[in-house]
């Protein structure tokens, strides 16, 4: 009966390198790919005598190539690791034009809303001085409720909240009480 885990080695008792069997079937694994115990291993010197220095044989080849079980498995995950490169890249692309369609809606609703509060600032700023006004005539009635509120509120002008848009535009066009 073997004992597990069992150190398995490949090269020679010189220059190896070496790969633990966890159990019966990772050992028969590492077997075929031309690991061996360290008491088969043979010395370098058994290796140079026998062939001529420099010569290789089929075993030398056997042993220096990738079966092609491994190379498939290996090909296999290197095809689905692109895979998911070239998704990963396409989803990041993807954001990117949405962040800048995005950025692109954000600045125009920034400038409209400059552009109204500009606006904004020149009407009240024309009913607090007409005078000085700059001939900019409003037309009270074509506004809302709620602008007409903003309005008598920048002057001052009390109202009611139940106060209809007829009795706002009364109180905004009624002349303003100085005391003298």
């Not at 590492?30 to 360290?38: C, K, M, W, Y």
């Amino acid at each position: 009966m073997r004992e597990f885990p069992k150190m398995l080695y490949v090269g020679s008792t010189q220059s190896h390198k070496h790969q633990v069997a966890q159990n019966e079937d990772h050992e028969a694994e590492l077997r075929e790919l031309g690991f061996v115990d360290f008491a088969d291993l043979e010395s370098e010197q058994g290796q140079i005598s026998g062939g001529a220095v420099g010569s290789a044989s089929s075993e030398d080849f056997k042993n220096a190539f990738v079966p092609i079980e491994q190379f498939d498995a290996v090909s296999e995950e290197l095809v689905q690791k692109e895979l998911q490169l070239n998704v990963a890249q396409t989803e990041r692309d993807d954001f990117k034009a949405e962040n800048d369609d995005l950025k692109a809606h954000l600045s125009k609703a920034l400038e409209e809303n400059q552009q109204l509060n500009e606006q904004l600032s020149k009407m009240l700023d024309a009913e607090k001085y007409p005078k000085q006004g700059a001939g900019i005539d409003v037309d009270h009635n074509s506004m809302t409720s709620e602008q007409l509120r903003t309005i008598l509120d920048a002057k001052g002008i009390k109202y009611l909240a139940r106060d209809n848009k007829d009795t706002l535009l009364a109180l905004l066009t009624q002349p303003v009480k100085t005391e003298e």
